[in-house]
């Protein structure tokens, strides 16, 4: 089953971030398995929008879907270009009865702003994935993943990371774009295993059959309805 892998993680972890460079996907990644989160456990599910670099498609632009869902949503307003942070984010991190997945920004600039947590990030209940989009500029090249990788992880003050690949860019995507992407992914990583693939959700099910990775399926929250048709 796609979330078997999802749920044997929810055993042994209860912090989940997402970095990555601007536009791979993370917040729909991260909407998507919050939302699948609270229907695999009985503990509250806290998603903290920490994206403070774009204006466009942050996890709060989807409030109102995740409030029907269960999913707690916490963000701060952003005034300008002040990079605040929401409230309680040490809190829930420590809380043992609650999962918490925190949506950071694109490059250095926002993986900085979660660096103040990294005592509790670099904890072996937490779990780092790094989000990789072969459809997007910056990673048309080891060099590329590696150098941005590298630059993310030292402004979150981050040691461990686990690669996602997410080989999507809307709702044209097709098995076969998925299939390419993951294979250029794998290229392009140099040795370095891709422990999770996400996916639409009606191509998962033919997808799991294709790929040894673990799918996970993905909904697009933050694209307004008539783009989806």
């Known amino acids: 089953m796609a979330l078997d892998k999802l749920r044997e993680l929810l055993q042994t972890k209860k912090n989940f971030v997402f970095i990555g460079e601007a536009g791979s996907g993370k917040t729909e990644v991260a909407l998507s398995l919050a939302v699948h989160m609270t229907k695999l456990t009985d503990k509250s599910v806290h998603l903290f929008d920490m994206d403070q670099t774009k204006p466009n498609f942050r996890a709060r632009d989807a409030a ?8 707690k949503l916490h963000y701060h307003e952003q005034v300008l270009d002040a990079p605040v942070v929401a409230t309680g984010v040490k809190e829930h991190l420590r809380n043992e009865n ?35 989009n072969p459809y997007r500029p910056w990673s ?5 993943i590696r150098e941005t990788m590298a630059r993310v992880l030292g402004s979150a003050r981050l040691r461990r990371i686990t690669l ?4 999507n860019y809307g709702p044209e995507t097709t098995l076969e774009d998925v299939l390419r992407g993951v294979e250029k992914l794998r ?15 009606p191509l998962c099910d033919e997808l799991q059959t294709r790929i040894p990775e673990p799918v996970i399926p993905i909904h697009l929250h933050t694209l307004p309805d008539w783009m989806l048709k």
């Open 98 to 132: 609650a999962y918490v997945l925190l949506d950071v920004g694109g490059g250095n600039h926002g993986s900085h702003m979660i660096g103040q947590f990294h005592e509790l990030l670099n904890l072996d209940n937490a779990l780092v994935l790094y989000v990789l």
């Open 64 to 71: 109102r879907k995740l409030e029907q869902t269960g999913v």
């Open 187 to 201: 290229a392009l990583t140099e040795g370095v295993p891709l422990e999770f693939v996400t996916a639409l959700e």
């Open 164 to 167: 996602l690949g997410n080989p």
């Open 140 to 144: 048309g090249a080891a060099e590329d």
